[in-house]
């Protein structure tokens, strides 16, 4: 058996773990930090930020997530040390290696993607028309580096979150919720998560990802699981969102981008349905 949301994990409790208020304040820390840091930055000469875009866009994207990412680092470091818990083991919670439950996780979020990734996308294209809002216009400005920019780009964004998110929503504001109940911790703290990236267009497939990994966090008590799902879902969105323009380039890429579509969902689905059944029996 894999775990019970309604039986209590066996592990090292401890005794200094977050509660909800210390959810509370960790959240609100945290969009706190992100206001200042964006008031702050508007007194940063924009010419450092323009000759880096216009320089290589990879490389001012990996500037862009090494600093958001550092924010959130910081928050999680600093309130776990006031607080004296570890948000990686402590009340139950571990970190440990299993083979089969990190494939089975891996495969898990592989669904979620595939069964959910074109959903997200149209979504997103209601938002855009309800708001009416507008793409901003992207120039693909890329130097002699561009390759090396890209790649380090895609293991970073899909690895800082996948350690420093996992610290301050599974690992404190997940932790913290749990005393209200289990289900609860799981869905308001993937909520949380969702909202926190600030992106409309992107909440329904941040907060289905979310409840994946916080049920997988609770049912396992690893946290190990909870990053490497993280993980391998910026990876796969990073690697969907890189397909799917080419697939419709043309009027028979839209066929095979539809065929594609099809597959996908169908896999995903299954992929779904072995994840669930893994995890909850």
Known sequence: ???????????????????????????????????????????????????????????????????????????????????????FSGGGFVAKKDAVHSLSAVILTAGIMMTFYYVHLQF?????????STDFPFEENLSELAFVYAFLYVILSALLPAVFEEMLFRGIIMRGLEQYGKVFAVVVSSLMFALMHGNFEQLILQFIGGLAIGTVVMLTGNFVLGSLMHFFNNFFAMIFAAMINPLESTAFGIYRATVADAASIVIGIAFLIFGVLYFGS
């Not at 509370?24 to 992100?34: E, P, S």
């Not at 008031?39 to 010419?47: A, I, R």
């Not at 930020?49 to 500037?63: G, K, P, Q, S």
């Open 1 to 87: 058996m894999v775990g019970s949301f309604g039986k209590k994990r066996k592990g090292a409790y401890n005794p200094n773990r977050v509660n909800a208020l210390d959810s509370g304040v960790a959240y609100i820390a945290v969009l706190a930090v992100f206001a200042l840091a964006s008031f702050g930055l508007q007194y940063v000469p924009t010419e450092f930020f323009r000759e880096i875009y216009e320089y290589d866009v990879y490389l001012y994207l990996i500037v862009n997530t090494l600093f958001s990412q550092f924010l959130i680092f910081a928050v999680a470091l600093v309130y776990s040390l006031i607080r004296k818990s570890n948000p």
């Open 124 to 132: 997103g294209s209601d938002v855009t028309t309800f708001t009416g």
